[in-house]
Nanobody, 125 residues
Framework: EVQLVESGGGLVQAGGSLRLSCAAS????????IGWFRQAPGKEREGVSL????????YYADSVKGRFTISSDNSQNTVYLQMNSLKPEDTAVYHC??????????????????WGQGTQVTVSS
């Protein structure tokens, strides 16, 4: 059974940092696109940061470039998202997602097969 379990969300003041973790199980971690989407109330789900676990290629939304860093530890089947300089507009539920992908990174959330339950990130002003 495929499972993606997120952790690390919480409440932080603007300018602060959080580190999200996504622990994957039930599939071979190689050759997957895996990463983070977020959804704020009344808004569509959007890709935040994604990584291909084999090529190391990464994707960042323009709104988080220079502030967020994604990394993967293939030996632990875990992907991390370090979020610095957080802003109130980063407030959302952050979901981890994964899909088999040989060297590429799909951006459309509809392309992803597996999803975690989500973790709330709230940034106060």
């Amino acid at each position: 059974e495929v499972q993606l379990v997120e952790s690390g969300g919480g409440l932080v003041q603007a300018g602060g940092s959080l580190r999200l973790s996504c622990a994957a199980s039930g599939f071979t971690f190689d050759n997957y696109a895996i990463g983070w989407f977020r959804q704020a109330p009344g808004k569509e789900r959007e890709g935040v940061s994604l990584i291909n676990t084999s090529s190391g290629r990464t994707y960042y939304a323009d709104s988080v470039k220079g502030r967020f860093t994604i990394s993967s530890d293939n030996s632990q089947n875990t992907v991390y998202l370090q979020m610095n300089s957080l802003k109130p507009e980063d407030t959302a539920v952050y979901h981890c997602a994964a899909v088999p992908a040989f060297g590429v990174i799909p951006i459309n959330p509809a392309s992803y097969d597996y999803w975690g339950q989500g973790t709330q990130v709230t940034v106060s002003s």
